[in-house]
T-cell receptor, first 111, second 114 residues
Framework: GQNIDQPTEMTATEGAIVQINCTYQ??????LFWYQQHAGEAPTFLSY????GLEEKGRFSSFLSRSKGYSYLLLKELQMKDSASYLC????????????FGRGTQLTVWP | DAGVIQSPRHEVTEMGQEVTLRCKPI?????LFWYRQTMMRGLELLIY????????DSGMPEDRFSAKMPNASFSTLKIQPSEPRDSAVYFC????????????FGPGTRLTVT
């Protein structure tokens, strides 16, 4: 199996910045994904990193260090609607390879 | 465009009954994935298909579970006989070999086995 670790829960206030970390151990690494999942809904894609560095997309950014087996998701200008579970997933092998998901980090944003 | 379609959205059945979950992937996508999500185990891949061919079924729990993809627009996940521990949300997802790398998830089927 794959060892994917992320914090179980985090809290933050509206307007703040929060960083959700993810560490992984895997062979044949071929990309790291972040998904957002609101309660009772399906996961939705947020970001994808395959090379080291930062990918920015609006209020959300994701960083990857392959040598350290480490990624983070940065959420800026938090809004109440950002309260959700954030899932880190690692892909092994080919572009068509399967994803291995972490258990998710439940983020609660307080007013 | 329609996203991934799953049916039924909710299923309640008694232990021992057969359950069939259905999925229609996004048109043009050639990879299809079946996941199961529980509080205890999180989101787990059960099986995935590429061009209608099963590629990796190592996540299928046991012989009670089977999946088919008879054509590019339809897949089923069958549990026979069902057990209470099968209670979970089952998601279907699809992706394309070209273009975006992301998997698009369906709304899920919430299965309760009593």
């Amino acid at each position: 199996g794959q060892n994917i670790d992320q914090p179980t829960e985090m809290t933050a206030t509206e307007g703040a910045i929060v960083q959700i970390n993810c560490t992984y151990q895997t062979s044949g690494f071929n990309g790291l994904f972040w998904y957002q999942q609101h309660a009772g809904e399906a996961p939705t894609f947020l970001s994808y990193n395959v090379l080291d560095g930062l990918e920015e997309k609006g209020r959300f950014s994701s960083f990857l260090s392959r040598s350290k087996g480490y990624s983070y998701l940065l959420l800026k200008e938090l809004q109440m609607k950002d309260s959700a579970s954030y899932l880190c997933a690692v892909r092994r092998g080919s572009t068509l390879g399967r994803l291995y998901f972490g258990r998710g980090t439940q983020l609660t944003v307080w007013p | 465009d329609a996203g991934v379609i799953q049916s039924p959205r909710h299923e309640v059945t008694e232990m021992g009954q057969e359950v069939t979950l259905r999925c229609k992937p996004i048109s043009g996508h050639n990879s299809l994935f079946w996941y199961r999500q529980t509080m205890m185990r999180g989101l787990e891949l059960l099986i995935y298909f590429n061009n209608n061919v099963p590629i990796d079924d190592s996540g299928m729990p046991e012989d009670r579970f089977s999946a088919k993809m008879p054509n590019a627009s339809f897949s089923t996940l069958k549990i026979q006989p069902s057990e209470p521990r099968d209670s979970a949300v089952y998601f279907c997802a699809s992706s394309s070999a070209t273009g975006s790398v992301e998997q698009y998830f369906g709304p899920g089927t919430r299965l309760t086995v009593t």
